[in-house]
């Protein structure tokens, strides 16, 4: 893992000669690019290293040897006076590629070595340019830019955790234990969160009680969390557990400094924070901001950061989901496989941009807490529901609009290309119509869209827009791409052949311009020189304008010259050629019967002649070809110049580029939760600032559109919770729909929370803070646990947990022990919540007991499901609850629909029957004299 600090790295260019471990002269050394790779590997030894040469990534020795068949790529070997050198490689534009499968599948960390073509002073030695490499980035799961496996759909968060520590002397040193114990400490401990997603600017802080991690490392889902190296065992113990249950990567990570300030982060950000930030900001979550900043550093290797200040994310401002209902309501994934089908986002998305499809992810795992914030979102979606066709006219701008935020991310870190740059203007055009026709359409003002409306701030982005466009020459692009397209093809098949035999640095490429000019050292046969087009419209600038005029000169010259020699020469084959190896030569393609006389009188120098071709070199076209040559670098140069202030211009509005793409992204959530409503008849809830739900005509989101799918129907059912009845306890036969009764309305409270409307005919919800489910999920984190330990924790946190505003769900508690175990503390489990925790509550259970023993609570109420059963033996399951009591659980009729083998059914219906017949002879006995006013809706013995 890293310990690397920042200041021992070389940051940005830096020359070969800097590195350090370069042997003495005497020592026997690997050639200077091994020499080179061999640095790089032991000063970035927790990392692939991946080395640019020519047109190729490669790698040498282990490295070779190791990931070479991992990638399937030939392992060759370069033979040096050291020994043979394994190497490996791929052609340089399958670097995307490679690196999905060495950051994503494989886990590891990358670092790029990229090759540059640097001018020297030595100009005799070298002819003026070198090569020379240096790392640029190394790249983590974390770390992900712009790269092609980006999930557009998702955050790539980076996440950094910090228990607060006393070095800040905020809070006392523990005198005899440096490591607190829940049991020790009344209150609990902090622990201060920061991620950020680089590919978006995104940047947030939180703190939270050490209880709420592991849910928060669910909520936030980060590809890649840093810890500090000296991070106690407990905490590492747990996130390790988390981290290696979902697959992502844990690194430790050791800041060169403390933290002082939030001042600090300004040179990393793309506006200052708040100047008051470092006392708003707890200081468990200033640590983790200044050691996610700090390992961010380390990795992009001083590559310019522009990151949005850091947000705070409120916990009161949202409805916390705890790590088992995230997983088990399966919110973005199904517990049983871990993919998107069949969750609650896959259900219910309908954005149609990937930023809005970002935002929705981020909302439906962390509800909004907040009244006025929830309301503002259902009238948005309401003004959307009421008109549809203002919803189609809104989706058809958003589905032109590109990806904004990671966009201009892209040029806030230097990256990002002309391409980008036409996408960013389409987008602001875009932005600009939708704001146009929402204006157009608002009539009063208490429109829900007044303040969305207010918060567009375009005259900036328009003028880049206006820019942009009147810059970029668009069919010079699309031109461009083919002959990339073409290049790439031909690089590829070169690759076959060419990457075991020859040695990479034999492939060296020349400087673009130049090498565009033709492709071949040798004079091309047919004839045919590839430019590269232009990217910028001729008039793109005065200055640019005028080379076009020049280079058109220069050519005009070019085309008399080539006349000129040909009637002189008698040589109608005669054309003017620039090539790379040979520089500038005149040709003749078919030789006989020139004027060779002529041709010596002009004193040109032979470069080669076969029977019926020449080359040679003349005076007259070397002088011209040079300024042509000349005037290309200086067009090249100007559109990187106008490049580079469009960029400028990017960077200038970075702040109201990305403020804009986020109402585009609010929009697209709206108008999507709008056209889900009206497609699934959908009803807006009322949320308010009570303690009770009344859910009339309810659905499971999820269950619902699986029987569909299979030509079955869903039967809604109803839940008041109120202060009559704050707890209902559920019964019912396996299989009748008590676990989907209890998820949906969890799902609708969330749902409702979202901003979003829910799958019932009427819906009544008192805001909650957090929701909690001991349901189950398929596996856990806790995987070398048993069932009932895990139940047990789940529980734990329940009931030490929720509040009287809190929304439990409890399916079969005590499942994984003994019959009377399970009943005490499924008993002890109610009790909690019906006498301390004092919230709403739903609570499926199959220890019939319970309801006996809790029959004297005044606001517990026993719902049931059931069976119908008819005279041939076949039964159907009632899926609608009703009130009472159902002692049966109908469990054999369930291993019968499995296909227990009829000999096995038997002998359980035999036991069941004397089990049932010896308890009942004991029951009678016992309750005698109680009275039971719920017989009648107690199912038959079966
Ligand atoms: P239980 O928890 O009582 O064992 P489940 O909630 O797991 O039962 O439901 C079992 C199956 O019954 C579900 O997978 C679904 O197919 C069906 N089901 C559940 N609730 C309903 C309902 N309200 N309407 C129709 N089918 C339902």
Redesign the pocket.
């Known amino acids: 893992m890293s310990r690397k600090k920042v200041k021992e790295l070389p940051q940005g260019a830096i020359e070969t000669e800097a590195l350090p471990e370069l042997p003495a002269d005497d020592e026997p050394q690997y050639p200077t690019v091994l020499q080179g790779v061999k640095n790089n590997m032991a000063k970035f030894d927790n990392c692939v290293l991946l080395t640019r040469v020519g047109n190729f990534y490669e790698m040498y020795f282990e490295q070779a040897e190791e990931f070479g068949p991992l990638l399937s790529l030939k392992v060759g070997y370069r033979q040096t006076k050291m020994g043979p050198v394994a190497m490996a490689g791929f052609p340089f534009f399958q670097l995307d590629r490679f690196l999905k499968t060495l950051v994503q599948d494989l886990q590891k960390y990358v670092a790029i070595c990229d090759e540059f073509l640097i001018s020297v002073s030595d100009k005799v030695k070298s002819g003026g340019l070198k090569h020379d490499r240096w790392v640029t980035r190394v790249v983590t799961p974390g770390t992900l830019i712009d790269e092609k496996f980006l999930d557009p759909y998702e955050n790539n968060f980076l996440l950094s955790v910090h228990p607060e520590s006393s070095s800040n002397s905020e809070r006392p040193l523990p005198s005899h234990n440096d490591v607190q114990t829940d049991s020790t400490t009344d209150t609990e401990q902090i622990v201060g969160l920061a991620w950020l997603d680089l590919s978006t600017g995104d940047f947030f802080t939180q703190t939270v009680a050490r209880s709420s991690l592991s849910s928060a490392l669910t909520r936030i889902a980060p590809r890649e969390i840093v810890l500090p190296a000296d991070i106690v065992e407990d905490i590492k113990d747990e996130v390790q557990q988390i981290v290696g249950h979902d697959h992502r990567l844990l690194t430790l990570h050791q800041s060169e400094d403390d933290f002082t300030t939030m001042l600090e982060w300004n040179g990393m950000l793309e506006g200052p924070v708040d100047p008051n930030a470092d006392e708003i900001f707890k200081l468990a979550e200033k640590q983790a901001g200044h050691q996610l900043l700090d390992y961010v550093k380390l990795r992009l290797q001083g590559l310019q950061l522009r990151l949005q200040p850091p947000r705070r994310k409120e916990l009161h401002e949202i409805l916390s989901i705890d790590r088992s209902s995230l997983r088990g309501l399966e919110i973005l994934e199904t517990a049983r496989d871990g993919l998107g089908r069949g969750s609650l986002f896959h259900a219910v998305k309908r954005t149609v941009t990937k930023s809005g499809s970002r935002l929705l992810r981020d909302r439906l795992t962390s509800p909004s807490a907040s009244l006025p914030e929830i309301n503002e979102r259902l009238d948005l979606v309401s003004m959307f529901f009421e008109s549809e066709e203002l919803t189609e006219s809104v989706i058809f701008r958003l589905r032109r609009t590109y990806d904004v935020q990671r966009i201009v991310q892209k040029f806030a870190l230097n990256k990002g290309d002309a391409d980008d740059m036409l996408s960013l203007a389409t987008a602001i055009s875009e932005t600009v119509s939708t704001r146009d026709l929402l204006q157009s359409s608002v009539s009063t003002d208490e429109s829900p869209l007044r303040r969305l409306l207010l918060r567009f701030d375009l005259e900036g982005p328009v003028e880049l827009q206006t820019s942009i466009f009147s810059a970029i020459d668009e069919e010079g692009l699309q031109q461009k791409h083919r002959l990339e397209e073409d290049e790439a093809a031909s690089v590829a098949a070169l690759a076959h052949d060419v990457v075991l035999q020859s040695a990479p640095e034999e492939l060296d490429s020349l400087p673009k311009a130049v090498r565009s000019r033709s492709k071949s050292e040798e004079p091309n046969k047919d004839d045919i020189v590839l430019e590269e087009p232009w990217i910028m419209r001729r008039n793109a600038s005065d200055i640019l304008l005028r080379l076009h005029q020049d280079l058109d000169d220069l050519e005009g010259e070019k085309l008399a010259l080539a006349e000129r020699l040909r009637t002189e020469l008698s040589a109608p084959t005669l054309t003017l050629k620039s090539t790379p190896g040979l520089g500038y030569i005149c040709h003749i393609r078919s030789a006989t019967g020139f004027n060779r006389a002529k041709l010596e009188s002009l004193h040109a120098r032979m470069v080669s002649s076969s029977k019926s071709t020449r080359s040679f070199y003349l005076s007259d076209w070397t002088r011209l070809g040079r300024r042509i040559d000349q005037a290309i670098l200086n067009i090249r140069d100007e559109e990187k110049r106008i490049f580079a202030s469009l960029r400028q211009g990017v960077i200038l509005n970075l702040v109201k580029l990305r403020r804009n793409a986020a109402v585009m992204d609010e929009l697209d959530v709206a108008s999507a939760f709008a056209t889900l409503a009206r497609e699934q008849s959908w009803i807006r809830p009322t949320v308010n600032t009570g303690t009770e739900h009344k859910i009339i005509g309810g659905?499971?989101p999820m269950?619902?559109l699986?029987?569909e799918e299979q030509g079955?129907?869903?039967?809604?059912?109803n839940l008041v919770l109120d202060h009559e009845e704050r707890i209902w306890l559920?019964t019912?036969?396996?299989?009748?729909?008590?676990?989907?009764?209890?998820?949906?309305n969890a799902l609708l409270t969330i749902l409702a929370q979202t901003g979003s409307y829910v799958p019932a005919t009427h819906a009544e919800i008192g805001l909650v803070d957090q929701i909690f489910s001991r349901i189950g999920a398929a596996d856990d984190l806790f995987r070398d646990q048993s069932t009932f330990m895990v139940e047990m924790l789940e529980t734990a946190a329940i009931l030490k947990h929720a509040t009287p505003r809190s929304f439990v769900i409890m399916?079969?508690v005590g499942r994984g022990t003994t019959p009377e175990d399970g009943t005490a503390v499924g008993y002890a489990s109610l009790h909690h919540l019906y006498h301390i925790n004092k919230c709403r509550t739903l609570f499926?259970t199959h220890f019939h007991a319970l309801t006996d023993m809790t029959g004297d609570w005044k606001q517990l109420a026993c719902y049931c499901?059931d069976v119908l059963e008819s005279d041939d033996g076949s039964f159907a399951?009632v899926?609608?609850l009703k009130k009472g009591i159902n002692r049966q659980s109908h469990a054999l009729k369930?291993a019968k629909l499995a296909g227990l083998p009829p000999a096995a059914l038997k002998v359980a219906e035999d036991i069941l029957q004397h089990i049932s017949s010896e308890r009942s002879n004991l029951q009678r006995n016992a309750t005698q004299n109680q009275e039971n006013n719920q017989t009648s809706s107690i199912a038959a013995a079966g």
Do not use: I, Y
């Open positions: 659905r499971h269950v619902k699986g029987l079955r129907s869903f039967v809604s059912n559920v019912g036969p396996n299989m009748g729909g008590k676990s989907t009764f209890l998820r949906q399916d079969e499926a499901t399951f899926h609608r369930v």
